[in-house]
């Protein structure tokens, strides 16, 4: 069966610092894959998405950026973080883009 | 431009009754909606897909209907019980390959025993 990890699940980080998340999925094979975030008060919105190894598109801009090293692989990443920054992120997976998606845990980022 | 909204966006009932939860979609031009619960502080769970051409879809107490024509899917939870309880998010994916959804604000349940 099929399974997505993220990690870490709370991140508390001051203004400036690096950030790294990563998310990894078992069970299958060239996944589509999704980052989302949550923001206090607002829907999920869709940041990055990947059709296949380093490919990735950007649906907002913003301060973050994704990579994709491996195929079951999806990290999320910021040079230096924001205080808007802040919210709960979640990395989905599909297989193809027509197909019932699939959540972690989610990483709850607070910015200080 | 896409836009999904869900309503209420609370609602608290007595345990046992049967309920409906609203969403509906500004363009009717997609290829499926999905509807999650979220437990607090947690990831999506998937409960129900329905694909564009399809009407319904049955899952133990729930069942999902979808109107693409006037934009509109209900989620109807029969026998509500104290576990019910949860955020439940529709999301809709717009035509095209990307797999991208676009997610209405949820409906926030309480069921209380």
Known sequence: SQTIHQWPATLVQPVGSPLSLECTVEGTSNPNLYWYRQAAGRGLQLLFYSVGIGQISSEV???????????RQFILSSKKLLLSDSGFYLCAWSVGGYTEAFFGQGTRLTVV | KQEVTQIPAALSVP???????????????????????????????????????????????????????????TLYIAASQPGDSATYLCAVRPSGNTGKLIFGQGTTLQVKP
Do not use: H, M
């Open chain 1, 61 to 71: 801009p913003q301060n973050l950026s994704a990579s994709r090293p491996q195929d």
């Open chain 2, 15 to 73: 345990e046992g009754e049967n309920l409906v939860l609203n969403c509906s979609f500004t363009d009717s031009a997609i290829y499926n909606l999905q509807w999650f619960r979220q437990d607090p502080g947690k990831g999506l769970t998937s409960l129900l897909l329905i694909q564009s051409s399809q009407r319904e879809q049955t899952s133990g107490r729930l069942n999902a209907s979808l109107d693409k024509s006037s934009g509109r899917s």
